[in-house]
Nanobody
Framework: QVTLVESGGGLVQPGESLRLSCAASNVRFAFYDARWYRQAPGKQRELVAH???????NYADSVKGRFTISRDNAKNTVDLQMNSLTPNDTAIYSCNINWVTNNYWGQGTQVTVST
């Protein structure tokens, strides 16, 4: 059974940083595209960042220059480094991996940015 487990969420103040990590099990992770999504209360789910098996990346305009997605295929992990956080970044963050018709989600981790 494929599982994705996120970690690293929490409560921070504006301007601070957090690093989210997503660990995949029972999957040939290196073949998969990996993405981080977020969903704030009352809003639609938003794609935040994407990294391909070849390490190409792209980001939502709202996080460009502040967030960095990375992957470690040896450890089956995809991370999201989030800097200069603002209250608008408050959301549940979820990781997703997909390859062909195989699509898997983590359970999500809460990120709250508040004074």
């Amino acid at each position: 059974q494929v599982t994705l487990v996120e970690s690293g969420g929490g409560l921070v103040q504006p301007g601070e940083s957090l690093r989210l990590s997503c660990a995949a099990s029972n999957v040939r992770f290196a073949f998969y595209d990996a993405r981080w999504y977020r969903q704030a209360p009352g809003k639609q789910r938003e794609l935040v960042a994407h990294i391909t098996p070849n390490y190409n990346t792209n980001y939502a305009d709202s996080v460009k220059g502040r967030f960095t997605i990375s992957r470690d295929n040896a450890k089956n992990t995809v991370d999201l480094q989030m800097n200069s956080l603002t209250p608008n970044d408050t959301a549940i963050y979820s990781c997703n991996i997909n390859w062909v018709t195989n699509n898997y989600w983590g359970q999500g981790t809460q990120v709250t940015v508040s004074t």
